[in-house]
Antibody, heavy 122, light 107 residues
Framework: QVQLVQSGAEVKKPGASVKVSCQAS????????LHWVRQAPGQGLEWMGW????????NFAQKFQGRVTMTRNTSISTAYMELNSLRSDDTAVYYC???????????????WGQGALVTVSS | DIQMTQSPSSLSASVGDRVTITCQAS??????LNWYQQKPGNAPKLLIY???ILETRVPSRFSGGGSGTEFTFTISSLQPEDIATYYC?????????FGGGTKVEIK
């Protein structure tokens, strides 16, 4: 069965960086784009960007341009999202999620990781 | 960016009631609209894609409709397990955007 398993909660100081991992199983990792979506406490969902696990190509929301990096390691079917220059308003649960159709850059999200809480506090 | 406006932001209804949520897009998105359910402490779950197509194993009491800029999501007979927040999401263009969510509670 398809699973996306994310790394655990992190506490970071303002200005630091955080790297969240998302390990995929149960399907061909390179066949499906992965996106990252975050959710601040008590708030809605915010799209951050995507990575093509096959090519490593990425696309980010303008809000995060210059501050986010998305990478992958195909040998271990794992995607990573690194966010730099953290601020208190980056405190959120970060989700990885899979596009539901083969080789589509975006469409609908059919599987989600369990989320990783990142807390930014001095 | 395409703005997605959901209403109401919250509602309270009785078990068995028909519940309808609306989602308005700031520009024409054709039928490029998905709906998700999120229960507290859990990741979102896909219910409907392309406005009206029910995801596999999603109960038939959930349905969606609309086109262009106006969309609806309906629960035909509210069940206790439907207590959650529901989000619409457009996939017409990047950046992908979500509605603000509708919290559904039991009266």
């Amino acid at each position: 069965q398809v699973q996306l398993v994310q790394s655990g909660a992190e506490v970071k100081k303002p200005g630091a960086s955080v790297k969240v991992s998302c390990q995929a199983s149960g399907y061909t990792f390179t066949g499906y784009y992965l996106h990252w979506v975050r959710q601040a406490p008590g708030q809605g969902l915010e799209w951050m960007g995507w990575i093509n696990p096959k090519s490593g190509g990425t696309n980010f929301a303008q809000k995060f341009q210059g501050r986010v990096t998305m990478t992958r390691n195909t040998s271990i079917s794992t995607a990573y999202m690194e966010l730099n220059s953290l601020r208190s308003d980056d405190t959120a649960v970060y989700y990885c999620t899979r596009v539901g159709t083969y080789s589509s850059a975006w469409y609908y999200f059919d599987y989600w990781g369990q989320g990783a809480l990142v807390t930014v506090s001095s | 960016d395409i703005q997605m406006t959901q209403s109401p932001s919250s509602l309270s209804a009785s078990v068995g009631d028909r519940v309808t949520i609306t989602c308005q897009a700031s520009q024409d998105i054709s039928n490029s609209l998905n709906w998700y359910q999120q229960k507290p402490g859990n990741a979102p779950k896909l219910l409907i894609y392309d406005t009206s197509i029910l995801e596999t194993r999603v109960p038939s009491r959930f349905s969606g409709g609309g086109s262009g800029t106006e969309f609806t999501f309906t629960i035909s007979s509210l069940q206790p397990e439907d207590i959650a927040t529901y989000y619409c999401q457009q996939h017409h263009d990047l950046p992908l955007t979500f509605g603000g969510g509708t919290k559904v509670e039991i009266k």
